[in-house]
């Protein structure tokens, strides 16, 4: 093994490291991946960081995941030839200690480094349960389409054994240059004017509902989204002309059913002729709406979305009903010929106004007005119905996600929640939510989630690993199982792609048959014949459950009812040792890393995620403190906060400006240009400390100002601002995702303006200086001030004028005048601020780069990318338009 390690480093490329924060000479590094197995238990992670940085290596990569107790884990680190030998010496003795598995391989760092762009997003969602028959003619399809499964998660709170609703999957699927979505979903076109099989019916076929989009590192939509709802079966649990016949008195199964389905509403809609509007109106008071539609709509409304009917069903007083209680922003219809209040048996408009014809110019004229990506289009219902296959293929291919919903089949319509990205959890608390005194009763003693009782049968736990990663590997170790189709069920499905291109697949495999050792033997024969490592994992399982219980509802309470997330960010790479103190700390609390997940991309790793459970007697402040305490020892950036659904829902960002937004003092300037900047600059400091009064430190330095001409001065300083670095990559992110973004800010009203200008901010706020009729400063301010105070004000009224709660806002800022408005937001960030602002506020950014705040927001660096080049692409196609 050292040996092929050895010749392996011999052929790398050079490189620096970054390692314990210091730099190492230019000489040959070389790369080694180390894979895990073994029982989970807090402090892995920190012992094996702790020999890592005694070997001076840096980590380029690190991943993991649970299988009920079972962990597997994996590091990718860079090593010095003349160190890796008593490396892997001390990581396996290390091993040994753990009760642990370990090997190594040796992989070329370009492999490390290669990304896929082109990645979708696949989610499945059931009320059966997960079969391996399923999975594999899931993979069965993709590995014909030339698509590789690269990742699988199977989260406790998306089983219908803890949720109680519904058993979902979500993964990733690497696809060929070129390829289209609509072969995915509607399968390949054949020579014969077919098709082959699709995605959407290999699912339908186990009784699954199946969304795909192109995946942009976010599982779920942003704020910038439109959403588009079907009426009849979708909003509405009956078809609208039916029920508006049977509420004039009329049988709508007097229709010909042999007829097209455009005949057939033409016949109801004749069926209507003499019939009054205030007969239909009558109806409306007894109508009611499809299960859920109530909860999805107020969701999607919280985020920000934009909500819209299109719908091809002729009656304008249900469409407006539905506006107007589920909150819509768009009603778009068919609407009926009314003369003298009474209905004429046609439609208006004629042919034109067959909304079947014109679905994708309508869904187009709603997105470009509010500025949406067409990708950020979702329909929920049944838009392909009436198309043509080559029509349904353009839509699906120009479109964002499509939720096919029908009501006669699927009878509650939060199922789109799930298809849409949102997991358990956030159902659950999207529902408490909209009713909060009829929250969902809690069952045992711990306020445990009420469970279903799971099937009986034997559990196999197994660990499924291969150095490469390739199309099929699914349906190859699934095979023997396919037959079985009522047999057993995957109680736990998890798959990653490890760097540099392997797989580790983890599977907990319920059987109901009273052979479980042949079904083993089976797999551990096809793994075998395809080049696939298999490993039992139960006794690992076993040796776990000693730590705590391994029902259902203990697993959900122990890694979901007390789930944080840790986000830690180092420029430019994160230092073994800055890991190290940050597991060590976890360790000595008793902190279990869940998940780890990477939230920078390229060579250097310099920001990662962290899913972790704090056991029930640790306080979260105290452990908040111990990792602030980690983060100032290394020039880090440690936050800390719940996994709950709130992150996902903040939709207003405020921003102090002098410091923050700009490098500058704005007061500074203009006492650079005014030549008093020595006074004036001694006064701001002492303000900034918090060591004198804002409103008079305010006042003496306006007054330094007085005789000087306003518009040369100003001119002067908004030419030569410094904007922060990454104020502007963040800003065009917030507002491609929806965020409205306000700059309230203590300085002056014309550079708080610049600013807006060049940043694309919503609002400006600022202090306004006097001038007379000459145009020349008073040394007086004009208008009320902005104060601390009233800088929490105003992020309260922006919070009001926007519709939004004031936890759903995030305010970023420096100063001592900041710290009002820091603690009323749902997250308040001390960016480089002084040491009084640190001291009292819960999360601080210490790096030079305001993108940062990105990441405590769930937003990783790949994500950041597509949603900005997607903003350009819009803004592009709307120049264009323009001209």
């Known amino acids: 093994l050292i040996v092929l390690q050895r010749e392996q480093i011999g052929g790398v490329t050079k490189a620096m490291a970054l390692t314990n924060g210091h730099k190492h000479d230019e000489q040959q590094h070389g790369l080694v991946v180390m894979r895990g197995w073994g029982s989970d238990k807090p402090g892995i992670s920190d012992a094996f960081l702790k020999i890592v940085r005694q070997h001076q290596c840096h980590v380029l990569d690190m991943g993991q995941f649970l299988l009920e107790g079972s962990l597997m884990f994996n590091f990718v680190l860079d090593v010095l030839p003349e160190t890796s030998a008593a490396l892997m010496n001390n990581l396996s003795r290390c091993a040994n200690e753990l009760n642990l598995q370990v090997d ?8 490390v480094e290669a990304q896929c762009k082109v990645v979708a997003g696949i989610t499945i969602v059931t009320r059966e349960l997960i079969t391996p028959a399923l999975l594999h003619d899931v993979d069965e399809v993709l590995s014909h389409q030339g698509c590789m499964i690269t990742d699988i998660e199977h989260r406790s709170d998306n089983k219908r054994e803890n949720a109680c609703e519904y058993n979902k999957l979500q993964m990733l699927v690497q696809c060929p240059p070129g390829f289209r979505l609509s072969t995915m ?30 995946w942009d590192a976010m599982n779920r939509p942003n704020g910038k989204s439109l959403v588009v709802f079907g009426l009849s079966h979708v909003l509405y649990p009956f078809d609208c002309l039916d029920e508006a016949l049977r509420g004039v008195g009329v049988d709508p199964s007097s229709v010909d059913s042999m007829g097209t389905m455009s005949e057939q509403q033409a016949q109801k809609v004749a069926l209507l002729k003499g019939k009054t509007v205030e007969e239909m ?33 002729g009656l304008q007083i249900m469409a407006n009903h539905a506006k107007r209680e589920l909150g819509l922003d768009f009603v778009l219809y068919r609407d009926l010929e009314v003369v003298d209040d009474v209905f004429t048996g046609n439609y208006t408009g004629g042919e034109l106004s067959d909304i079947r014809f014109r679905k994708s110019d309508l869904l187009k004229l709603m997105a470009d007005r509010e500025g949406i990506s067409c990708r950020n289009v979702i329909t929920i219902g049944e838009p392909l119905l009436g198309l043509k296959a080559a029509n349904a293929r353009s839509f699906l291919d120009s479109f964002g996600p499509s939720v096919w919903f029908n009501s006669d089949k699927l009878k509650n319509l939060s199922i789109a929640l799930y298809l849409l990205g949102f997991n358990g959890s ?47 590997q699914i349906k190859k170790v699934l095979g023997p ?57 139960g006794e690992q399982a076993s040796e776990a459950s000693k730590i705590f219980p391994r029902t259902p509802s203990a ?50 790793l310099s920001a990662m995620q962290f899913a972790a459970n704090l056991p029930s007697t640790l306080e979260p402040d105290t452990l908040s403190q111990k990792l602030a305490a980690a983060a100032k020892q290394h020039g880090a950036d440690i936050a800390f906060q719940q996994d709950e659904l709130e992150r996902w829902m903040r939709r207003l960002v405020v921003f102090d400006m002098d410091s923050t937004l700009i490098q500058q003092e704005v007061i500074d300037e203009l006492a650079k240009y005014a030549g008093v900047e020595s006074e004036v600059k001694a006064i701001t400091e002492a303000a900034m400390r918090g060591e004198l009064n804002f409103f008079e430190s305010l006042k003496s330095r306006v007054a330094l100002l007085k005789g000087h001409n306003a518009e040369e001065l100003f001119a002067r300083v908004k030419a030569d601002l410094k904007y922060t670095p990454g104020a502007k990559k963040l800003c065009d992110t917030l507002k491609s995702m929806g965020f409205k973004m306000a700059v309230i800010s203590g300085g ?105 705040v990105l990441f405590l ?27």
């Open 555 to 604: 697993c959900w309470e122990h890694y979901y009812l007390n789930r944080y997330l840790i986000t830690m960010v180092q420029q430019p790479q994160i230092s073994a040792a800055a890991l190290s103190t940050l597991f060590g700390t976890l360790a000595e609390n008793g902190v279990n890393i869940l998940r780890i997940d990477r939230l920078s991309i390229g060579s250097s």
């Open 481 to 537: 199982l396919k037959a079985a189709k009522s047999g057993m069920e995957l109680a736990t499905f998890k798959m990653c792609r490890l760097q540099p291109g392997g797989i580790c697949l983890g599977l907990n495999l319920r059987v109901h048959q009273d052979s479980p050792e042949q079904i083993l033997k089976d797999l551990l024969l096809a793994s075998s014949r395809h080049g696939l490592e298999i490993k039992d994992v």
């Open 185 to 214: 979903t509607c399968g390949t076109p054949t020579e014969a004017k077919g098709s082959t099989k699709s995605l959407q019916a290999v699912c339908w076929e186990h009784e699954a509902e199946v969304t795909i989009r192109w």
């Open 104 to 111: 190594f391989h040796f992989p070329e760092r370009e492999e």
């Open 426 to 472: 956030d159902v659950r608390a999207l529902s408490d939510l909209q009713k909060p005194s009829l929250k969902r009763k809690r069952s045992g003693e711990n306020g445990s989630i009420g469970t279903v009782t799971a099937p009986p049968g034997k559990n196999i736990l197994l660990h499924v690993s291969a150095r490469v990663c390739t199309a099929g």
């Open 281 to 313: 109106s009558s109806i409306i008071g007894r109508l009611q709406f499809t299960p859920g539609a109530h909860l999805v709509c107020s969701a999607l409304k919280r985020m920000g979305c934009r909500l819209a009917v299109l719908t091809d069903t």
């Open 857 to 883: 927001i769930g937003v990783s660096e790949r994500a950041a990318q597509g949603l900005t080049e997607e903003a350009k692409a819009v803004s592009n196609t709307a120049d264009t338009a323009g001209k």
């Open 748 to 852: 002056f009203l014309p550079v708080a303006r610049e600013v807006q200008r060049h940043l694309g901010l919503d609002y400006a706020f600022a202090n306004t200086l006097e001038v007379d009729e000459a145009g020349v400063l008073t040394g007086s301010t004009s208008g009320p001030v902005v104060t601390p105070e009233r800088k929490r004000a105003l992020l309260a009224t922006i919070a009001n004028v926007e519709g939004c709660e004031i936890k759903q806002t995030i305010a970023v800022g420096d100063g001592a005048n900041d710290i009002p408005m820091l603690n009323a937001a749902g997250l308040g960030i001390a960016f480089c601020a002084k040491p009084k602002v640190q001291a009292v506020t819960e999360f601080r950014i210490n790096q030079k780069d305001l993108s940062t």
